[in-house]
């Protein structure tokens, strides 16, 4: 019964707050007032006050075993050595100072970045000799659509028709 009382009379103090906020035309702050107001009532209707008060007693009883009780503080000590453990191996894993069994690997580092896609079986050069091989208007197409900056894509002398001849010659190479 004690606990309404209070409730009801911290909201109603708060209400009463808001309400000189709104009558300075302070709106944001009385309706910042007005919210926390309710807080009070919400927590009793709701019968969170009971919980909190539990919660209290047992950080309450906590404390008074970290003070007197030494399995406790060993319990603390033991939690200290592993975070420390955990952030030395982390620090020294990024220096790249720890190396796997062989050397030739650090033991916590990235993975090492993969292609999306299979390198192709030829090497560059021949691909720049098949493109010198490949129709004169294609070329000139390829040209005008690179000096204007678009890379070749949709320029105004192609159609971006010869990325996809690349792209058919792979094919063919592989057998699809």
């Known amino acids: 019964m004690l606990t309404a009382a209070v409730s009801i009379a911290l909201s109603a103090a708060g209400v009463a707050v808001a309400g000189l906020r709104a009558y300075r035309r302070r709106f944001l ?15 009793y209707l709701t019968g969170l006050f009971p919980v909190a008060r539990t919660i209290g007693d047992e950080l309450a009883d906590w404390a008074t075993k970290l003070v007197l009780d030494p399995r406790v503080w060993t319990g603390i000590v033991l939690l200290a050595v592993s975070a420390g453990l955990l952030v030395t191996t982390r620090w020294v894993g990024r220096r790249g100072a720890v190396t796997g069994g062989s050397g030739a690997r650090p033991a916590a580092g990235p993975a090492p970045a993969r292609p999306a896609v299979a390198p ?3 090497p560059a050069p021949q691909r720049t000799r ?5 129709k004169p208007a ?5 040209g005008k659509a690179g000096k204007a900056g678009k890379g070749g894509k949709g320029g105004k002398g192609g159609d971006g028709l010869d990325e996809f001849a690349d792209i058919e010659e792979i094919l063919r190479r592989r057998g699809i």
């Open 130 to 134: 098949e493109a010198a091989q490949a």
């Open 29 to 43: 702050s009385a309706t910042r007032w007005f919210a926390v107001a309710l807080l009070p009532v919400g927590l």
């Open 138 to 142: 294609e070329q000139a197409a390829a």
């Open 120 to 122: 192709a079986a030829e």
